[in-house]
């Protein structure tokens, strides 16, 4: 801590990212990170614009990655915010759309009104929250962990829900959702939809956006591409939402894409087949996972992301994230009241969770 910090920096809590190992080779399943290649087709794009290039600045509204995403998602080029992994593009959004605690409409209606998230989810939600100065009210998930749309019916000043759910893997009907956002609409109030994994088995609602003018959709590349290191993510909605975006993006920088994430974007949005190719094996290999924990006795939630959310039968979650780390696999433990003895597990390779598997049967004595 410094005297030279501001009260905001001083309670800020910010969010911890997983490990990301240098000094030792892990099998990593901690990230959520694509275990197969980018399509050769972003290689490609990438090395195309290295050099005489970069001296110049990349273009400030993004305009082929977005009419790349427009066609890809059949939707408008205007109804596309591009953004440095979702990350950043959520960030933004919390400060678009969602009143601070001292913030005032002309007819009150925005002030004091909590934003809602379940209490097991993405831990930057609050992060953003209080960065933003933003109240908000978690909501517990069910005993399952499974999020009941009922219980965001209180008025609020808006709701981000991930779907599917992180790190819990659940998802939820697009119908649930329609029917909150219909709710939402009346009041003037946006729902997010974090659709970070949702390429791994959750029904989007990007479909639906038309019909809804207080949806937003927010979208990485980091899982379902292979780009996690490359930082690509995006929002779809209403175009005045977008406008919207632009607004707060704008008044930090205008920048925030640089031309070698604009190009591999770009190419990996264009190139379904071969990434529904490699997500059909991520999900293959979560099923069959799932199965060969189960049959071990493990407790593993229905997940329609790339990751399972695990309980060990016999020991506790720490004990087991430690006899994997010390085995050379790394999983995600979050220590937090009702998840201590879960943990987070990546789906890697086949040989990957292979090792993983008889790790896991070797801890547990089987």
Not at 130 to 152: A, M, Q, R
Not at 306 to 313: A, D, M, T
Request: charged fraction near 20%.
């Amino acid at each position: 801590m410094s005297v030279f910090w501001n009260k905001r920096t001083v309670n800020l809590v910010p969010y911890v990212p997983g490990e990301q190992p240098k000094d030792r080779k892990f099998i990593k399943l901690n990230t959520n990170e694509n275990p197969y290649p980018p399509s050769p087709k972003v290689i490609e794009a990438v090395t195309q614009v290295l050099g005489e290039r970069l001296r110049l600045y990349p273009d400030p509204l993004c305009t082929e990655f977005r009419e790349a995403v427009a066609a890809a998602y059949g939707v408008m080029p205007g109804q596309v915010f591009p953004g440095n992994g979702s990350d950043e593009v959520l960030g933004f959004a919390f400060g678009a759309f969602f009143e601070n605690a001292a913030g005032t409409d002309s007819d009150n209606t925005h002030a004091h009104n909590a934003i809602l998230f379940p209490d097991i989810t993405y831990s930057f939600y609050p992060v953003y929250a209080e960065l933003w100065g933003i109240p908000y009210k978690t909501i517990p998930v069910g005993k399952d962990f499974s999020i009941n749309p009922d219980d965001y019916s209180d008025n609020n000043g808006g709701i981000v829900l991930p779907n599917p759910n992180a790190p819990t893997g659940r998802d939820l009907p697009s119908s649930d959702l329609l029917a909150l956002a219909r709710r939402l609409e009346q009041h003037n109030r946006v729902l997010i939809i974090d659709e970070a994994y949702a390429a791994f088995g959750a029904e989007s609602l990007v479909p639906f956006i038309a019909e809804h003018p207080n949806l937003l959709t927010v979208h990485t590349l980091s899982k379902s591409a292979s780009l996690a290191g490359l930082r690509v993510g995006f929002a779809i909605g209403n175009e005045q939402l977008i406008e919207g975006l632009f607004r707060v993006r704008d008044s930090f920088n205008s920048y925030t894409m640089d031309i070698l994430a604009l190009a591999g974007g770009k190419a990996a949005v264009l190139d379904k087949t071969y990434y529904d190719e490699i997500n059909q094996k991520v999900t293959a290999t979560r099923d069959r996972t799932a199965g060969a924990l189960r049959a071990m006795g493990f407790t593993v939630l229905p997940s329609k992301a790339n990751f399972l959310f695990i309980s060990p039968p016999e020991i506790s979650g720490q004990a087991l994230f430690q006899s994997l780390r010390d085995r050379g696999i790394l999983v995600r433990h979050f220590n937090k009241p009702r998840i201590a003895d879960y943990l987070r597990v990546s789906m890697g390779t086949g040989e990957d969770m292979d090792t993983f598997l008889a790790a896991c049967k070797e801890i547990i004595g089987l």
